[in-house]
C-alpha cells in the first residue's frame, strides 16, 4: 500500500519546492527531522524579533504582518484548497472580533474563553454559509459571501443598542492569559506569534491527515474524488468552516490589540485586500500567503511616501501578478475547471 | 403617494436596467464577473460632472464626451486585464484580475474627485404637472424615457446591425463565432464598450435625478448589476429589464415605508434568496454543466 502511495506521489506533477505532494508521505519519515529543525529555527528567529526591533512602530506592523497571516492562512485554505473564492472573510473577521469585544466589555468574560469562542461562532457562520455550496457554485458562491460580508457590515452599523453602530464598541479592556497581562507591543508581538504558530501547526497537521488528503484530491479534480467516495460537498463544507474558525481567532486578537471595532474595520476592501495577499504569495500552497503578506506589508510601507498613489500600485502590482503568474509568486496551483 | 413612489421606483428600475445590460452581456459572453463595472461607470458620472460643474460645458455634449471615455475605460480594462487569461487560465483567475481593476479605478477616481458626495446639476429642468389631483414629476417621466429609449435602441442594435447579430453569435459560442469569421477580440471590446457606455447614462441619470455623485455609488453599482442580473436571469435582456425593475421598485418602497437604513441590506437579502432558491433567474434557462 504505502509503496503504491508513493508511486502515485511522485507521478503527480511538482511544480516547485513548496509543493505538498512529496511530503504527504514523509510526516513520519527521515526528512521530517529536517524540517522540524528548519521550523524550530524559524520560530527562535521570530521569539528574537523583539529584541532586534525595538520601535513601536516597526514592532506594530509586524503585529499586523501576524493578524494578517492567520487571516490569510485561513483564507488561502478555502481558496486554494477548495477553489471557493470567499469575499466575505472580512465578516468572520468582524464575527471574531464583535464577540469579543462585547463579551470582555460588557459580560466581563477573560480572553481566552472569548478567543475560543470568537473562533467557535466563526466556525458555526461559515457551517451556515457553506452549507448553500452544494446547490450554488462559482460565481455565485462569489456573490453569497459578498452579499453576506455586507450584511454583516450593515446590520453592525445598524444595531446600534448591541453593535453600539458605527462608533464601534470601545475600550476593551487590556486581556489577560493565564497570568500573563497583555499590554505592550511585545506581549501583543508574542500573543500573535502564538497564535500564528497554533494556526500553522494545526494546518500542518489538518493537511497530511486522512482529511487534508482528501481536500487535496478534490482540488485537483473534484469528479475523481467524488468517484473515489470522498463526500465532497462536506468536505467542502468543513473547509470553509475551519477557515473561518481562523479568522475568528484574529478578529479577537484585533478587537484586544486595538481595543476598539468598529464595522469600518470589516469592510469589503479588507476581504478584497486579504485575496490580493494570498493570490501575490500564492495559492494552494501551506506558507506561502505569508509571503503575500510581507510582500504587501512591506510595499505598502514602502510607498508611504506617496500615500495617496499606494491603493493604486498595490491593486497595479495584484493584476500584474495575475497576468504573469497566475499562481502566485509562490504558489503552486491556480485554479481548476 | 403610492403613486409617486411607485413612478420614482420604476425610473430607478430603468437606470438600474441601463447599468445591469452591460454587466450582464459581459456575463453571458465571457462567464466572466466583471467587478470594475460599477467602477467604470461611476468614472463616466464623475467625468460628467467636471463637465459640467467645472467646465461649463453643453449637457449633450458632455453627456457624450463622458459615455464615450467610460465605454472606452471599460473597453481599455477589458484589452489590460482580461484579454491575456481569456484562453488557457481558469476564469476565476480572471475574475479575481477584475477585483484589482476594480481596486485600482476605484482608488484614481478617490485621487481625482475624493470620497465626498458631490453635488450634480441638475441636466433637465422642467415643472410637475398637476393632473387629475395627480402631481405627475415631469423630470423623472424625461429621465425615464431617455432609459426606456435608450434600452430599445440597443435591442434593435442587437437584433439588426451586424455587430449587434455578431455579439449574440459570439455569446452563444465563442469557438463556432471565430469559426464563422467573427472577429472575436474586436466584438468583446464592442461588447464592454458598450456595456460602459450603457452604465455611464445610468450613473448620469441616477446622479441628476438625485443631485449627488459619489464614489460609494461604484459599488453599490456593482452589486445593484449583480443582483438584478440574477433576480431576472443572467445574459438575457429582458431579464436584466425584469430584475432592474424588481430592485428599482422593491428598494423604494423599503425606503418610504420601512426605512431607508434598510434599502441596501434589502438588497443583499434579495440577493441570497434568489441565490438559494433559484439562481438562475426568473427568466433564466437552465445551464447544463457538462463533465
Sequence with gaps: MTTKNSATAETLPVTGPHSHYPRLQTLYAPGVTRQAAIYGLLLIGLLLIPRVINNAYYLGIVNYIVLYSILCLGLNLILGYTGLLSLGHAAFYGLGGYTTAILMTRYGWGFLPCLLLSGMIALVFGILLGIPTRKVRGDYFCLLTIAFGEIFRLVAQAWIDFTNGAMGIVGIPIPRLLGWTIRTEVDFYYLGLGLLVFTVFTLILLIHSKFGRAFIAIREDELAASVMGINTAVYKIVVFAIGCFYAGLAGSYLAVYQTTVTPSNFRIEESCLMIIMVIVGGMGSLLAPIAGVLIMTIATEFFRGIAEYRMLIIGGIMVAVLLFRPQGIFGTSAFKD | ?291
Design chain 2, 1 to 291: 403617494m403610492f403613486f409617486d413612489v411607485l413612478l420614482v421606483g420604476i425610473m430607478v428600475g430603468a437606470i438600474y436596467t441601463l447599468v445591469t445590460i452591460g454587466y450582464s452581456m459581459v456575463y453571458s459572453i465571457l462567464k466572466l464577473m466583471n467587478f470594475a463595472h460599477g467602477d467604470v461607470y461611476i468614472f463616466g458620472t464623475f467625468v460628467c460632472y467636471s463637465l459640467l460643474s467645472t467646465y461649463h460645458l453643453n449637457p449633450i455634449f458632455a453627456i457624450l464626451v463622458a459615455t464615450v471615455m467610460g465605454g472606452m475605460l471599460a473597453a481599455l480594462v477589458e484589452v489590460v486585464a482580461y484579454r491575456r487569461l481569456r484562453s488557457g487560465q481558469h476564469r476565476m483567475i480572471s475574475m479575481i484580475t477584475a477585483l484589482g481593476a476594480a481596486y485600482v479605478i476605484q482608488n484614481a477616481n478617490e485621487l481625482s474627485w475624493g470620497n465626498q458626495v458631490l453635488p450634480f446639476p441638475t441636466i433637465v429642468e422642467a415643472e410637475a404637472w398637476h393632473l387629475f389631483g395627480l402631481t405627475i414629476p415631469v423630470t423623472q417621466i424625461i429621465t425615464l424615457s431617455v432609459a426606456v429609449g435608450i434600452i430599445v435602441l440597443f435591442t434593435l442594435f442587437l437584433k439588426f446591425h451586424s455587430y449587434g447579430k455578431a455579439i449574440l453569435c459570439v455569446s452563444e459560442d465563442i469557438p463556432t463565432a471565430s469559426l464563422m469569421g467573427i472577429p472575436i477580440n474586436r466584438t468583446i471590446s464592442i461588447v464592454y464598450f458598450i456595456g460602459g457606455l450603457l452604465g455611464v447614462i445610468g450613473g448620469i441619470l441616477y446622479s441628476t435625478s438625485y443631485n449627488a455623485v459619489s464614489l460609494a455609488m461604484g459599488f453599490r453599482g456593482t452589486i445593484i448589476a449583480f443582483t438584478a442580473a440574477i433576480i431576472g436571469g443572467i445574459g438575457s435582456l429582458s431579464g436584466a429589464l425584469v430584475g432592474g425593475m424588481i430592485l428599482g421598485i422593491c428598494e423604494n418602497f423599503v425606503g418610504v415605508y420601512i426605512s431607508s437604513a434598510y434599502r441596501d441590506p434589502i438588497t443583499f437579502l434579495f440577493l441570497i434568496v434568489i441565490l438559494l432558491i433559484k439562481p438562475t433567474g426568473i427568466m433564466g434557462s437552465v445551464e447544463q454543466s457538462k463533465v
